[in-house]
């Protein structure tokens, strides 16, 4: 009898310290949209837009109001792999590698990303979706050297390879073991999808970061294999949208499916403002803010967390974060190590969302970064010594101009649309909190950092020294003066 009592007792406890295992390492499941700002999501208060996936993931899980982006699309994914701000991993302004070359890229060998860091932690890795920081051509093995241990990606749009443009319809993909080609009459975000899905089914019993860096909503407007025949502007990007939240809806069916939407945290994002188009929220009408860095259009993305039974439901939060914390907050989630000897600028926001604590870790969060990188001396470096950056503490965002110089304050939380500069007030409050910013600027140095980055062997579309497109730039201001 004792004996038998003994088994009971250790076959539980072996149970629970698994169970236990799984809790602390959950799997990851990280969204990332293409150029999408709250005013196109409905539980962020967009008008005549429905996104009901998205909404469900808020309305059981947390909601933040205060994620931060990079304003446009390379400072922000290398700042989400790297955990660094883009003064630290010189990748201050915009530069697509496949287009662009120049022996730039994405060197895993000098960057450490959230996706090696789960791996070796035993997480299986898969991306599906845009990369765009690396060109397959010359380094065929780059998602695997950044951590992947299986992907389906859009090439992005190589220099001198025309099919190599299309992301949506007859998409030029590069999957793992097939190389790059054009899949026929098919549409690019479904597949991306479906490999994830097809990841999470072979894989449901292990440990998985599944990254899906969507090409939705980014230009060109294309129709949907929902609304084949529209021609309208701007019901063609609200189909987009749409696809994008059915999409959604259709992975988190998958981890129901597979049994493991317990087990699974989801962060939905986007990597920076809407591009271009105009959409109502809050009584606003929001203008597309892509490269800007105002509150409500540039830099605040919809950033929602969620998993059942963990991740505390339908809150919002006021916390401060921003995209240094992914790598952070997903090493603490995975029980990965944060690179030795390497700066990490993030801070782990993990208690918050596993219900630990109702504060987040940060103080006062950053955006920075937008517009071409410059090519000089045969490298890709910042086109601007200090790039111009925004600054927030819980109350109050400072502007500063590219002379290091703050040009505008305001009081974020009360004028969340920025109307009122305080700059030269002299309110004792206002006073106090331009001289907090100021400080914490006066912390970064004083020149970005460039680009760190073994070059690539020379190709014959690199591009030549200088700004991509900034003669076209100048044609277009000389007309209309």
Not at 197 to 204: L, P, S, T
Not at 232 to 246: C, E, I, P, Q, S
Not at 252 to 279: C, P, S
């Amino acid at each position: 009898m004792l004996r038998a009592l003994l088994s009971v007792i250790v076959l539980l406890l072996l149970i629970s310290t698994a169970w236990s295992s799984e809790l602390t390492q959950p799997n990851i499941l990280f969204i990332m949209v293409d150029d999408l700002g709250k005013e196109w999501v409905s539980c962020y208060g967009a008008e005549d837009i429905k996104t009901p996936s998205i909404d469900g993931l808020a309305a059981t899980g947390m909601k933040f109001n205060n994620a931060w982006c990079m304003p446009q699309c390379t400072p922000t994914r290398v700042t989400l792999l790297t955990g660094q701000y883009p003064f630290r991993h010189g990748w201050t302004n915009h530069w697509d590698v496949p287009r662009w070359g120049a022996g730039a890229h994405f060197d895993p060998q000098q960057n450490t990303t959230y996706a090696n860091v789960l791996r070796d932690a035993g997480y299986k890795t898969c991306a599906a979706g845009k990369w765009q920081i690396d060109d397959f051509r010359v380094e065929p093995n780059a998602m695997q050297e950044a951590g992947f241990v299986d992907w389906c990606m859009w090439t992005g749009f190589e220099a001198d390879n025309p099919p190599s443009a299309e992301r949506y319809w007859n998409p030029y993909i590069n999957i793992k073991g097939k190389g790059s080609r054009t899949y026929t009459s098919q549409f690019g975000p479904d597949l991306y999808c479906d490999y994830l899905i097809d990841f999470i089914g072979k894989h449901k019993d292990e440990r998985m970061l599944l990254y899906y860096p969507m090409v939705l909503t980014h230009s060109p407007l294309t129709t949907t294999p929902e609304n084949k025949d529209e021609t309208d502007k701007r019901r063609l990007f609200a189909g987009m949208v749409r696809y994008t939240d059915k999409l959604v809806g259709k992975l988190v069916a998958a981890l129901d499916e597979a049994g493991i939407r317990e087990k699974t945290i989801i962060v939905f994002t986007t990597d920076n403002g809407t591009g271009g188009m105009t959409n109502g929220r809050l009584g606003h009408l929001v203008q597309g803010g892509k490269t800007k860095m105002s509150e409500q259009n540039g830099t605040a993305m919809p950033f929602i967390v969620n998993c059942p039974g963990t991740v505390p439901e339908g809150g919002t939060t006021d916390a401060l974060v921003d995209f240094t914390d992914i790598l952070p907050t997903f090493a603490a989630l995975g029980g990965g190590k944060l690179p030795a000897g390497r700066a990490v600028d993030g801070k782990s926001f993990a208690p918050l969302i596993l219900g630990q604590t109702k504060v987040g870790p940060r103080e006062w969060i950053l955006s920075m970064g937008g517009g071409p990188a410059a090519l000089r001396d045969g490298r890709v470096q910042p086109a601007l010594d200090y790039d111009d950056r925004v600054i927030r503490d819980k109350h109050y965002k400072l502007w500063i101009d590219s002379d290091r110089k703050p040009i505008k304050l305001f009081k974020i939380s009360g004028d969340q649309w920025e109307e009122q500069n305080l700059i030269n007030s002299t309110d004792a409050d206002d006073k106090a909190a331009l001289q907090r910013l100021t400080t914490i600027a006066a912390q970064f140095p004083t020149k970005d950092g460039a680009p760190r980055y073994e070059k690539n062997p020379p190709q014959k579309w690199d591009q030549k020294p200088g700004i991509p497109g900034e003669k076209n730039r100048q044609k277009r201001k000389t007309k209309t003066k």
